[in-house]
């Protein structure tokens, strides 16, 4: 065989990227370390799959999560490969089923159930309804973005678990306090009102898109042959994805690859279910696991602190991942009260390079900028070095990106700190079965997401009066490869 069909662009595979690429499994999981080529991966995979395996193009079908992936993956096929692929999120997948099947839906406004949400709620408050004391009562003690955050959350994830109206039957039977009976009952409300919403317009949201795709599906309607099917970031699929997927599997008979890392799984509010990438040889028999795990982002240093921080719960994959790079101190604590001055003094040592400063929550970034900065929807323009590239993002957001230093804030020990102490409200395990018994599991994961985004070191700005639980760990264990700075 000729060795070219592993180059993609003046690059090589790797000996282990060219095994699952060559692998003819029927159903092929790859457990992917950060910065170990995925997408060269996949690439390499479909090239294979239609120069050597000889599949038609058409009969290939690439999914990822966003949008912007799926773009950017097809435009790579365009343009090394010139290959038209089939390359879809899952709803835009959903979207093009169900329009094949008839043409006449919309698709709701994203944010039409919390206007919904907030519409009801401030009707209770300006009118004396049954449930106006109650809300009156339950705002005393709670944010009111709290309580639309939790409404929406449930019925997102009572949508993304396949359940209907019959369930909240079942939901009722549970033995919790009168407070969370009264918010269920609140939620079934705002469930019916939504959905009487969406009928009366013939609209379908996210979650409804994909369920009524997975019913025709599952009905036999015949919607497109595929011979292959490649899923990225598969550590994110929630049960509904999983039943669309299996259910052209069930029809097509085609050939499944999937690519993710369990380190990496950060999005459980949205019904991510990490049991179907820890347990995939339970729902794919006839399977194979393989790894790639030369990461060509991040230092071997690096990757041994944040390995070995997300491998303390021992429900994660055990994986060593390896890399040619070295730098002795990748972590950078810098200790201050002083949250502005400190991100100047930092930004003011670094010349000619990408920054991506990393949040918690949406708002971080507001608690320490200052007037040498302005802000542009992501973008950070710092006047006395105006040539800086610099963006904020939430670490949620900035999965899947790279950048030459990472500046990561709100270390903090408080509720909305990192980890994010914010107690999970009982009546959402009715609607996510997928707590797990270590402490702060999913905000171990999200923090091995932000020290992995660097190509160099992590600044890391510690509030040095209440340090986050992480950095305390960070300093326990791995104090060699640490630089302290205070400020």
């Known amino acids: ?31 992917a370390g950060a910065g170990s080529g995925k997408t060269m991966t996949i690439l390499g995979k479909i090239n294979y799959l239609i120069k050597i395996k000889h599949i038609n193009p058409q009969n290939i079908l690439c999914i990822s999560f966003t949008q912007e992936a799926t773009t950017s993956l097809k435009n790579k096929l365009l343009k090394y490969f010139n290959y038209d692929i089939d390359t879809f999120t899952f709803h835009k997948l959903s979207l093009n089923i169900i329009r094949s099947y008839h043409q006449n839906i919309l698709i709701a406004n994203p944010n039409l159930l919390n206007y919904i949400i907030r519409e009801f709620i401030n ?12 809300i009156k009562k339950y705002l005393l003690k709670n944010h009111l973005d709290n309580l639309i955050k939790l409404i929406e959350t449930f019925i997102n994830l009572h949508k993304a678990n396949a359940k209907t109206y019959k369930d909240f039957n079942t939901y009722f039977r549970f033995n919790y306090s ?42 036999n309607y015949k919607y497109k042959r595929y011979d292959y099917i490649i899923i990225d970031e598969y550590q994110d699929t929630s049960l509904q994805r999983f039943k669309l997927i ?16 369990d380190f990496q799984s950060i999005y459980r509010f949205t019904g991510c279910d990490l049991k179907l990438f820890l347990d995939f040889s339970k729902f794919f028999p006839n399977h194979q696991i393989m790894s790639i795990t030369n990461t060509y982002r991040n230092a071997q240093e690096l990757i041994n602190i944040a390995g070995n921080f997300i ?36 930004l003011d040592s670094i010349d000619n390079k990408e920054i991506l400063i990393l949040g918690r929550n949406n708002n971080d970034i507001k608690e320490i900028l200052n007037s040498n900065f302005i ?20 670490v949620h957001r900035a999965k899947g990106l790279e950048s ?67 950095i305390k760990e960070l300093k326990r264990h791995y104090i060699d490869n640490i630089e302290i700075i205070k400020m």
């Open 404 to 470: 030459d230093i990472v500046i990561i804030i709100n270390l903090s020990n408080n509720i909305n700190g990192f980890p994010t102490q914010i107690p999970n409200i009982k009546i959402l395990k009715l609607v996510n079965e997928l707590e797990s018994n270590y402490p702060y599991d999913e905000e171990r994961r999200l923090f091995y997401v932000a020290l992995t985004r660097t190509k160099t070191i992590n600044y890391l700005l510690v509030n040095k009066k209440i340090e986050s639980i992480f």
């Open 123 to 134: 009707y209770n408050l300006i009118n004396k309804t049954s449930i106006s004391k109650f």
């Open 311 to 346: 491998m303390q719960n021992p429900e994660q994959i055990k994986k060593k991942l390896k890399s040619s790079i070295s730098i002795p101190k990748p972590l950078k604590l810098v200790y201050t009260s002083n949250f502005s001055n400190s991100l100047e003094k930092i």
């Open 246 to 261: 299996k259910a052209i599997l069930n029809q097509t008979n085609a050939n499944l690859m999937v690519v993710g890392d």
């Open 1 to 31: 065989m000729d060795k070219n069909i592993f180059a993609i662009n003046g690059y090589y595979l790797d000996n282990e990227q060219i095994k699952a690429v060559t692998c003819n499994s029927k159903y092929l999981l790859i457990n």
């Open 375 to 394: 802000v542009h929807k992501d973008i950070l323009l710092y006047k006395k070095k105006p040539n800086l590239i610099i963006k904020y993002l939430t």
């Open 178 to 219: 009168y407070t969370n009976h009264q918010i269920l009952k609140i939620i079934l409300i705002i469930y019916n009102l939504y959905q009487i919403e969406l009928k009366s317009t013939n609209s379908y949201d996210f979650n409804d898109m994909i369920n009524y795709a997975t019913q025709l599906i599952a009905k």
